[in-house]
């Protein structure tokens, strides 16, 4: 079974300070990995994918198969970067079906 | 358009009612998911379709639970019975064949 694991329910930052978000995953085949994000008041919408390999708002995720991780990164956080993160998974069957973490909320303070 | 549009957007109701939530998605996308969140954890899948077609409904968690696309465009998910423990937040996303978009979510309280 595919599981996805954020072991930081709370991560708390200063801005300008490095940030990474902790994923780690447990899959037998090949994954997808994502990251979404839920801002204030906003819905929930898709910060990146690793199969992109790019770079968005500052952020960035690279696969790491051996460690079965995908690390959200950012060297300098910002304020509005504060909000729910999730790491999700998807096996492929539906690009669309997709296993969430249980996800971290980032505070970056002033 | 205006994107993902679920309603309601927050429903009360007494255990053992049944309930059912409408997610309209964005024009012309051809799939249609639901996920529930419970409080503190992450978005769990429960069914999906392909135009009217429900293409797998693995998640869901019991057969209290059903969904149903008619016309391949607005969904229904409804709950018969309700029970406590069916409390959460219940997102549906539409896709483009390539990514997933949320609505902003039904919360269900079932008191």
């Known amino acids: 079974a595919q599981r996805v694991t954020q072991p930081e329910k709370l991560l708390s930052v200063f801005k300008g300070a490095p940030v990474e978000l902790k994923c780690n995953y447990s899959?037998?085949?090949?994954?997808?990995l994502f990251w979404y994000v839920q801002y204030s008041r906003q819905r929930l919408q898709l910060l990146l994918r690793?199969?992109s390999r790019e770079s968005i708002k500052g952020f960035t995720a690279d696969l790491n198969k051996g460690e079965t991780s995908f690390h959200l990164k950012k060297p300098f956080a910002q304020e509005e970067d504060s909000a729910m993160y999730y790491c999700a998974l998807s096996s492929g069957t539906s690009y669309g079906k997709l296993t969430f973490g249980q996800g971290t909320i980032l505070t970056v303070h002033p | 358009g205006a994107g993902v549009s679920q309603s309601p957007r927050y429903k009360v109701t007494k255990r053992g009612q049944d309930v059912a939530l409408r997610c309209d998605p964005i024009?012309?996308?051809?799939?249609l998911y639901w996920y529930r969140q419970a409080l503190g954890q992450g978005p769990e899948f429960l069914t999906y379709?392909?135009?009217?077609?429900?293409?797998?409904k693995s998640g869901l968690p019991n057969d209290r639970f059903s969904a149903e696309r008619p016309e391949g465009s607005i969904s229904t998910l409804t709950i018969q019975r309700t029970e406590q423990r069916d409390s959460a937040m219940y997102r549906c996303a539409s896709g483009d064949g390539n990514t997933i978009y949320f609505g902003e979510g039904s919360w269900l309280t079932v008191v």
């Open positions: 899959y037998s085949g090949s994954p997808e």
């Open positions: 690793h199969i």
């Open positions: 024009s012309g996308h051809v799939s």
């Open positions: 379709f392909n135009y009217e077609a429900q293409q797998d």
